[in-house]
């Protein structure tokens, strides 16, 4: 498994994997994370363009696992409610972890990815936030280190759990 910036090549196994996590998220009672189609193709694609996704592929480079990444203060993450931040230092944050659930051990390549970005850039933080009835991230998410922080929301004003990973 390698992991590499997503190209407009990948739409389509993009829109294939944020489907089969739909599915999955709603099999395991999370059916509204992104019940309602997100990420949508436009929302993929735009990261895409912004050079924010990543893939996971195999050996015959066909993608099987995608996230984003971003280095610039997320907007969303400047309130945080029933909780704090372990530090206001600067972050790399992950977003979208998705999988189309064909290969094992997705987030520990996620976090690496991550790891290494955010050294090569000088940032000793990670942030992440998910879904409070996605369970499976909730455990994975633990289970990597990060310390829950509190309560964030998204644009739209959903709720989110909120994670910090001091590097």
């Known amino acids: ?29 999370n059916p509204h994370q992104w019940g309602d189609g ?18 996971g592929v195999d050996e015959d480079d066909r993608a099987h696992f995608s996230f984003t990444i971003y280095s610039e203060e997320d907007p969303t993450y400047q309130q945080i409610y029933d ?20 290969m094992r051990g997705v987030f520990s390549s996620v976090l690496a990815r991550a790891k290494d970005e955010a050294g090569k850039l000088g940032i000793h933080n990670l942030r992440i936030d998910t879904h409070n009835d996605n369970l499976t991230m909730q455990h994975v998410v633990a289970k990597a280190g990060f310390s829950y922080c509190g309560i964030i929301h998204l644009k739209d004003g959903d709720p989110r759990l909120a994670y910090q990973l001091v590097l």
């Open 38 to 55: 997100r990420p949508s193709p436009e929302e993929i694609a735009n990261s895409v363009e912004e050079g924010a996704c990543r893939v």
């Open 1 to 29: 498994m390698q992991i590499r910036i997503a190209t407009s090549e990948d739409l389509d196994d993009l829109v294939r994997i944020y489907a089969a996590a739909r599915r999955y998220m709603a099999e395991h009672g």
């Open 83 to 102: 909780g704090a931040w372990l530090n206001d230092e600067p972050y790399v944050t992950i977003h979208r972890v998705a999988s189309d659930g064909t």
